[in-house]
């Protein structure tokens, strides 16, 4: 796990030293080493730089840049299945001077080219310069755990594992795209591809970018998708037997991700995920694992202690640690620089603090996300079939009827119920739901905060509307409602939400974050399996639930899931009032000239003066102006 940022100038004008700014601002990604690359042609200027936290061949041979022959590397990631790509590239005649996998991705490109793509099983982002045939190679994993960011703009492209990066270069525009930040104000995060800046970009998941260098054109190429696998007919097999090869397939799948030449450690919460993680790695080592929950002194929100209790069970080195109010409050003045694109996951602190407690032991940590997402574990999926369902016993011309005589009757003109909180939301959301009861309107109306006409009213101008992966469809003939909500969730919420906290979270403390979930042999079989082995007699995860029985007794893990709890809403009545303040100061907003005045003064007046409810929107509305105060 490494940073990797660099520059390709058109113009040929960019000082040596800007390479040396882009990585020096990541060295909390990488604290163990800081490597750069220049080249200067009658064409172009490109910069290759590098910060290394070292985790597989620890000397300083594996020190990146890299070359071989011809061809120049900077890699942020690890491929797991390294030896085995190795020992294939051995058997063709391939040397190796060292024990890294970075080596061995330059020689599977000298081999294979872009196919070699297709046998690597990892994470990772790397940029592969070939100066012979002035080219630029760049690649991102199939489920997008490592970030990717560029940029072109009048003869400068730039790219980086963070945006900070891009500040640095003196010729980097930070023009704001409107749009992206209308997304974010919905999402709580700018949806991949865009990025909140004009001329900036995310590279898809599963996708390569090849620029040639004599004619500065670029090409975008798909690789790997996951609704290729959804749009496969379901597979025939039994559930014991789909059991059973589920638990062969994440019993590799998580051994792979033990492959370090440092100490690794387990995120563990006590949850299906993070137990099935522990428990198929602590079956397999008679060595104690090394487990970190994070704990909070309110029981209604504490897990830590069924964490533990789990932990013992298993057997493992469990640490777990009591964090203070005041801890995490302190965090979040620093969330602007490490999310250096506005971020609204509040869970983004606890996500830090796990962290932190973790890197005091181990330098790699396993984080169990995206079981919900592969494997149909979120609340809304049952509850989106359960609406859907009765909505069904209606005919869709009395829906429509009803729906057309709400509209007419805004939520505001009712009586009684006009008062009662969040009801002008739900009132809205049941008219949307009742003229169109999709699973797309369904998904989308629980991932949105705002409706459009609210979100054209917060701003000054109406800053238009993105196409994303929201937009995404199942093909007609393989579509079920859980299919489609599971497979854009892992294109949407679980890259640019959960993803990106993983990574932001773990890389300040300098700490390796590793996601076996997301091994692409994994959700290859589950998007094929019956949706009814997931969700199964309205029993979420069901597949993944019968895995861990075979170790934890079902006693011990059927418990009401609480999760960290951030208290938002008081937080920002009480000790972030002064920074809400700050953020919504009618001088401020005026001066910024993007969101309208009166819409921000009603939004603090309305959660000040007893509408709690809308505290996400606050917190959100904060998040964007703290990183727009120290990015901006």
Request: proline fraction near 5%; aromatic fraction near 12%; charge should be neutral.
């Amino acid at each position: 796990m490494c940073g990797i940022a660099g520059f390709i100038d058109f113009n040929r004008k960019t000082p040596d030293d800007v390479l040396h700014k882009m990585t020096h601002i990541m060295q909390h990604r990488g604290p163990d080493g800081d490597g750069h690359y220049i080249d200067k042609t009658d064409q172009y200027i490109i910069g290759l730089g590098h910060r290394r936290l070292s985790i597989i061949d620890l000397s300083n041979a594996a020190s990146q840049p890299m070359q071989f022959g011809n061809l120049q590397i900077i890699f942020n990631g690890e491929m797991y299945n390294y030896n085995e790509v190795r020992d294939e590239l051995m058997g063709k005649g391939h040397q190796f001077a060292t024990h890294s996998d970075t080596e061995v991705i330059l020689h599977a490109y000298q081999e294979w080219g872009k196919q070699c793509l297709h046998k690597f099983v990892g994470m990772f982002a790397f940029v592969l310069y070939d100066a012979v045939n002035k080219t630029v190679f760049c690649a991102r994993d199939r489920a997008g755990v490592k970030p990717f960011n560029w940029y072109f703009h009048e003869g400068l492209f730039l790219f980086g594992s963070e945006l900070k990066a891009f500040h640095q270069h003196p010729d980097f525009k930070k023009e704001l795209n409107a749009a992206a930040v209308a997304a974010f104000m919905q999402y709580g995060y700018v949806p991949t591809p865009h990025c909140i800046f004009n001329y900036s970009h995310k590279l898809q998941p599963g996708h390569t970018l090849t620029i040639d260098l004599t004619t500065q054109k670029i090409s975008i190429e798909k690789y790997w998708d996951v609704l290729d696998h959804y749009n496969k007919p379901k597979l025939t097999i039994s559930l014991p037997d789909a059991i059973n090869e589920t638990e062969t397939i994440l019993e590799k799948a998580f051994q792979y991700r033990m492959v370090a030449d440092v100490p690794v450690g387990v995120f563990l919460s006590g949850g299906y995920d993070s137990t099935c993680v522990t428990a198929l790695l602590q079956k397999n080592t008679s060595t104690k694992i090394n487990t970190f929950t994070i704990g909070v002194h309110d029981k209604g929100l504490n897990e830590a202690p069924f964490a533990k209790e789990t932990a013992a069970h298993l057997g493992t080195n469990h640490t777990e640690y009591y964090c203070t109010t005041k801890e995490a409050l302190e965090i979040v003045p620093d969330l602007p620089f490490y999310y250096d694109e506005p971020f609204a996951d509040s869970s983004a602190i606890p996500t830090t603090l796990v962290s932190r407690l973790a890197r005091q032991q181990v330098t790699v940590a396993i984080s169990a996300d995206a079981g919900d997402e592969v494997f149909g574990g979120y609340n809304k999926y049952d509850y989106v079939t359960r609406v859907k369902n009765k909505l069904n016993k209606v005919p869709a011309p009395v829906r429509k009827g009803i729906a057309s005589v709400m509209k007419q009757v805004p939520a505001h003109r009712i009586p009684y119920f006009n008062k009662k909180p969040l009801f002008t939301t739900r009132y809205k959301k049941i008219m949307h739901l009742l003229k169109d009861n999709s699973a797309k309107e369904l998904l989308h109306n629980m991932s949105s905060l705002y409706f459009q006409d609210e979100l054209n009213q917060l701003f000054r101008q109406k800053p238009g509307q993105l196409s994303s992966n929201f937009d995404n469809q199942l093909q007609p003939a393989f579509h079920d409602d859980l299919s489609y909500m599971m497979a854009i969730d892992y294109q949407t919420y679980m890259l640019d939400d959960i993803l990106q906290k993983v990574d932001r979270a773990s890389m300040c403390v300098s700490l390796e974050g590793r996601e076996p979930f997301l091994d692409q042999h994994i959700i290859e079989f589950a998007a094929q399996l019956p949706s009814s082995y997931k969700l199964h007699n309205g029993i979420k995860k069901y597949i993944l639930r019968q895995i861990v029985h075979k170790y934890v007794p079902q006693q011990m893990m059927e418990r009401p899931k609480m999760g960290f709890g951030i208290p938002i809403a008081s937080w920002l009545k009480n000790e972030l009032k002064e920074f809400v303040d700050q953020s919504t100061d009618p001088a401020f907003i005026e001066q910024q000239g993007l969101f309208n005045p009166v819409e921000i003064k009603k939004l603090y007046s309305d959660f000040y003066n007893g509408k709690e409810q809308l505290h996400t929107k606050i917190w959100y509305l904060l998040m964007f102006q703290m990183w727009y105060k120290r990015w901006m």
